[in-house]
C-alpha cells in the first residue's frame, strides 16, 4: 500500500511563492504518473499538473507559466512549485499516484493566497 504525505501550504500573499512537496513511500514511485489536484471551497477538484515517470509535464491552462511540477526519484518526492500565487489558486492541494492498478490519494495541504 502507498502513502502519500504533502507538506508546504500555507498563507502567503499574493505574488509570492510557495513549493509543495509529496513523499510516497513504497518502492513503485518512479514508475508512477504523479498528479497535483486542488479543490477550492465549494468547487471540483481539479487537475493541477501532471509529470510522468519519464519526466513529462502537463499543466492546467490556468497555471501554465507560473508552476513547475518536478520529481526526485531517489527521495519518492514530487515537488510543485507555485509563483505569482494569485487569491483564485487558495485551495486545498492534493497529489495524486496513478497506476494502471492503483490509484493512491494524498491528505491534502491547504495553501491561502491573501489579496
Known amino acids: 500500500q502507498v502513502q502519500l504525505v504533502e507538506s508546504g501550504g500555507g498563507l502567503v500573499q499574493a505574488g509570492g511563492s510557495l513549493r509543495l512537496s509529496c513523499a510516497a513511500s513504497g518502492s513503485i514511485f518512479s514508475i508512477a504518473v504523479m498528479d497535483w489536484y486542488r479543490q477550492a471551497p465549494g468547487k471540483q477538484r481539479e487537475l493541477v499538473a501532471s509529470?510522468?515517470?519519464?519526466?513529462?509535464?502537463n499543466y492546467a491552462d490556468s497555471v501554465k507559466g507560473r508552476f513547475t511540477i518536478s520529481r526526485d526519484n531517489a527521495k519518492n518526492t514530487v515537488y510543485l512549485q507555485m509563483n505569482s500565487l494569485k487569491p483564485e489558486d487558495t485551495a486545498v492541494y492534493y497529489c495524486?499516484?496513478?497506476?494502471?492498478?492503483?490509484?493512491?490519494w494524498g491528505q491534502g495541504t491547504l495553501v491561502t493566497v491573501s489579496s
Open positions: 495524486n499516484l496513478k497506476l494502471p492498478a492503483l490509484d493512491a
Open positions: 509529470i510522468s515517470s519519464g519526466g513529462s509535464t
